[in-house]
């Protein structure tokens, strides 16, 4: 099975600055197919990135994904304080569907 | 518009079993999978298996073989998820989700962009 590996586990910026997070599998995700969610407290996920760079339907320009085979980023390029929440990746290119363990971004 | 509707908090006792459902509504419920994903207290995302609203195959995570069954009602349009044999450590938000686009090889799947509102379960004694 495949196993994801996020980092940094908190990440403490501020608004207006560029945020880089990281999600590492422990094999070669099939077809790329990773994806990006962001949740916020009391609130289900919400898909932002799917096919590791493609943007999910609705989801702001300044978020953006890229990577392949195992190491994936996801950037966001001016933060806004709406952006502060917990990220999660997530493979299904091959069952079973892991998620990553989240990292929380917070204001500095 | 789209949604996944889900029935209301559950409180049981450990060994119990509890059944959550998944009401699906705004598009046609035979042509999309479903997951169920689980998030304890201050935890993660755990994925639990999927669902053929189809012909009702499912494939379950190891984790929870011979304690979950998926089953699906297409009269109703609503997926049910029942866990057995609860423990304290199943206290969760459970989540129902449908995949992004239809995936026709089972047991395939894509992004998981609808969502339920979540069920919270609570195992306590």
């Known amino acids: 099975d495949i196993v994801l590996t996020q980092s940094p586990g908190t990440l403490s910026l501020s608004p207006g600055e560029r945020a880089t997070l990281s999600c590492r599998a422990s094999?070669?995700?099939?077809?790329?197919?990773l994806a990006w969610y962001q949740q916020k407290p009391g609130q289900a996920p919400r898909l932002l990135i799917f096919g590791a760079s493609s943007r999910a339907t609705g989801i702001p320009d300044r978020f953006s994904g890229s990577g392949s085979g195992t190491d994936f980023t996801l950037t966001i390029s001016r933060l806004e304080p709406e952006d502060f929440a917990v990220y999660y990746c997530q493979q299904y290119g091959s069952s079973p569907y892991p998620f990553g363990q989240g990292t929380k971004l917070e204001i500095k | 518009q789209v949604q996944l509707v889900q029935s209301g908090a559950e409180v049981k006792k450990p060994g119990a079993s509890v059944k959550v459902s998944c009401k699906a509504s705004?598009?046609?419920?035979?042509?999309?999978?479903i997951h169920w994903v689980r998030q304890a207290p201050g935890h993660g995302l755990e994925w639990m298996g999927i669902?053929?609203?189809?012909?009702?195959?499912?494939s379950y995570a190891q984790k929870f073989l011979g304690r979950v069954t998926m089953t699906r009602d297409t009269s109703t349009s609503t997926v049910f998820m029942e866990l057995s044999s609860l423990r304290s450590d199943d206290t969760a938000v459970y989540y129902c989700?449908?995949?992004?686009?239809?995936?026709?090889?089972?047991?395939?799947?894509?992004?998981?962009?609808?969502w339920g509102q979540g069920t919270m379960v609570t195992v306590s004694s």
């Open positions: 705004g598009y046609t419920f035979t042509n999309y999978y």
């Open positions: 094999q070669s995700v099939p077809s790329d197919y």
């Open positions: 989700a449908r995949d992004r686009v239809r995936v026709i090889l089972w047991p395939e799947s894509d992004a998981f962009e609808i």
């Open positions: 669902i053929n609203p189809s012909g009702g195959s499912t």
